[in-house]
């Protein structure tokens, strides 16, 4: 590229840069946003790094480099951050609420905006899977493979499901101390663990274990969580609790699931991982205050918000665009990284070269399946991270309208 090209593509830059943070209101609270793109990224980069398609023969089968080398399990207390991201969506959902009664908005009316965004972008990912795993079958691709990968294509799904029922279950959660949900999931774990009672009875804990953040966001709403005492408290209890249930209790050190292990902390829910969410949630507490600050810089606000206008596109298609680059890549044969066991150093160092292709493949799924979660797009529209905060909408509080 020219220097001209390159003055005329930093201009541009510029240009839209300044753009956003000129439509952005200085009442809102940047670190919300902050940090619902940090917790999405984080499923993103920790499925990428954890989640292996290993050859084997014609067939793909998952596999995880956890399982082999159990020395990365602290990837997963780094990069399973969903408790933050029910911790926001608590917070953005209450005060959306308030704001929708304040003027007047019929609960209905407020679920159905609520839900659309999250849902819109579904019909694009079943659709597409399922003519793909048609195809794939019709083709004689082995039934295993097509299996695993529409497996992990829509693995994301249950998350949405878990949200959407407490976003609409949002006005009776908006005052419940969180330490009900977490009763639950602790009496829930003696009955499993300590009882013997029957390995059904975990799945309780799908929604009381993510309703523990969620009633978190509730709780900083009503501005219970503005004094750092309060971050200092759930981060140091939170990591004390979990290192207690790791060491003592016999619970998995992987906060992610690991192929062959007897027990997950995530399928069903544990009170490890709602306790080590706690830890999490306590940190992004503790770092508001900086968030905010970061995000003062026009280039940090500007990424942030461009995650954020397609947050559940990221979320949904991240998958497929690993899939997209491990299938036709056996073509090539079985490459380092993408299609060999993840038992070695070796492995990591080639994935992780590996995590720019998969980029590339999500911003293809970016650019074609976008305008699902913007409701059909079009040119002119003012983006929701801008169009949530008019000034028409003064006494809306700041991020009440966050999705």
């Given at each position: 590229?020219?220097?001209?090209?390159?003055?005329?593509?930093?201009?541009?830059?510029?240009?839209?840069?300044?753009?956003?943070?000129?439509?952005?209101?200085?009442?809102r609270?940047?670190?919300?946003?902050?940090?619902?793109?940090?917790?999405?990224?984080?499923?993103?980069?920790?499925?990428?790094?954890?989640?292996?398609?290993?050859?084997?023969?014609?067939?793909?089968?998952?596999?995880?480099?956890?399982?082999?080398?159990?020395?990365?399990?602290?990837?997963?207390?780094?990069?399973?951050?969903?408790?933050?991201?029910?911790?926001?969506g608590?917070?953005?959902?209450?005060?959306?609420?308030?704001?929708?009664?304040?003027?007047?908005?019929?609960?209905?009316?407020?679920?159905?905006?609520?839900?659309?965004?999250?849902?819109?972008?579904v019909?694009?990912?079943?659709?597409?899977?399922?003519?793909?795993?048609?195809?794939?079958?019709?083709?004689?691709?082995?039934?295993?493979?097509?299996?695993?990968?529409?497996?992990?294509?829509?693995?994301?799904?249950w998350?949405?499901?878990?949200?959407?029922?407490?976003?609409?279950?949002?006005?009776?959660?908006?005052?419940?101390?969180?330490?009900?949900?977490?009763?639950?999931?602790?009496?829930?774990?003696?009955?499993?663990?300590?009882?013997?009672?029957?390995?059904?009875?975990?799945?309780?804990?799908?929604?009381?274990a993510?309703?523990?953040?969620?009633?978190?966001?509730?709780?900083?709403?009503?501005?219970?969580?503005?004094?750092?005492?309060a971050?200092?408290?759930?981060?140091?209890?939170?990591?004390?609790?979990?290192?207690?249930?790791?060491?003592?209790?016999?619970?998995?050190?992987?906060?992610?699931?690991?192929?062959?292990?007897?027990?997950?902390?995530?399928?069903?829910?544990?009170?490890?991982?709602?306790?080590?969410?706690?830890?999490?949630?306590?940190?992004?507490?503790?770092?508001?205050?900086?968030?905010r600050?970061?995000?003062?810089?026009?280039?940090?606000?500007?990424?942030?918000?461009?995650?954020?206008?397609?947050?559940?596109?990221?979320?949904?298609?991240?998958?497929?665009?690993?899939?997209?680059?491990?299938a036709?890549?056996?073509?090539?044969?079985?490459?380092?990284?993408?299609?060999?066991?993840?038992?070695d150093?070796?492995?990591?160092?080639?994935?992780?070269?590996?995590?720019?292709?998969?980029?590339?493949?999500?911003?293809?799924?970016?650019?074609?399946?976008?305008?699902?979660?913007?409701?059909?797009?079009?040119?002119?529209?003012?983006?929701?991270?801008?169009?949530?905060?008019?000034?028409?909408?003064?006494?809306?509080?700041?991020?009440?309208?966050?999705?």
């Open positions: 590229m020219t220097d001209i090209g390159v003055r005329a593509l930093r201009q541009g830059v510029r240009r839209g840069v300044g753009r956003v943070g000129a439509a952005t209101p200085p009442g609270d940047r670190a919300v946003d902050a940090l619902r793109a940090a917790a999405v990224l984080g499923v993103v980069l920790g499925h990428w790094l954890v989640t292996a398609l290993v050859s084997d023969g014609r067939a793909l089968r998952t596999a995880s480099p956890l399982q082999h080398m159990p020395w990365l399990t602290p990837v997963s207390w780094m990069l399973q951050t969903l408790a933050v991201f029910f911790l926001v608590g917070h953005v959902a209450t005060r959306g609420h308030a704001s929708a009664r304040a003027r007047g908005i019929p609960y209905h009316r407020w679920l159905t905006a609520r839900l659309s965004r999250l849902f819109k972008p019909a694009a990912v079943l659709t597409l899977w399922t003519v793909a795993a048609v195809a794939l079958l019709l083709s004689g691709t082995e039934y295993g493979t097509v299996r695993t990968m529409v497996k992990l294509a829509l693995s994301p799904l998350f949405l499901v878990v949200f959407a029922g407490l976003t609409a279950a949002t006005p009776l959660l908006a005052r419940l101390n969180p330490l009900w949900p977490l009763a639950v999931v602790l009496h829930v774990d003696l009955l499993r663990f300590g009882l013997g009672g029957p390995a059904w009875l975990g799945w309780v804990n799908v929604a009381a993510w309703m523990v953040p969620y009633t978190l966001g509730a709780a900083w709403t009503r501005g219970e969580l503005e004094r750092r005492r971050g200092w408290v759930l981060l140091g209890a939170g990591a004390a609790a979990t290192a207690a249930l790791v060491a003592l209790a016999g619970y998995p050190a992987s906060m992610v699931g690991v192929p062959g292990d007897g027990m997950s902390n995530l399928e069903p829910p544990t009170l490890a991982v709602v306790t080590f969410g706690l830890a999490q949630c306590g940190l992004a507490l503790l770092l508001r205050e900086r968030l600050r970061a995000m003062r810089r026009p280039v940090a606000w500007a990424a942030v918000a461009l995650v954020n206008l397609s947050v559940m596109t990221v979320f949904l298609w991240h998958q497929t665009a690993l899939m997209a680059t491990t036709p890549g056996l073509l090539a044969g079985r490459l380092a990284g993408l299609h060999t066991r993840p038992d150093l070796g492995w990591v160092g080639a994935r992780l070269l590996w995590l720019p292709v998969f980029a590339l493949a999500l911003a293809v799924c970016w650019a074609a399946f976008r305008s699902f979660e913007r409701g059909g797009g079009g040119r002119g529209r003012t983006s929701r991270v801008v169009r949530a905060h008019r000034p028409s909408d003064r006494g809306t509080p700041a991020g009440a309208r966050h999705v």
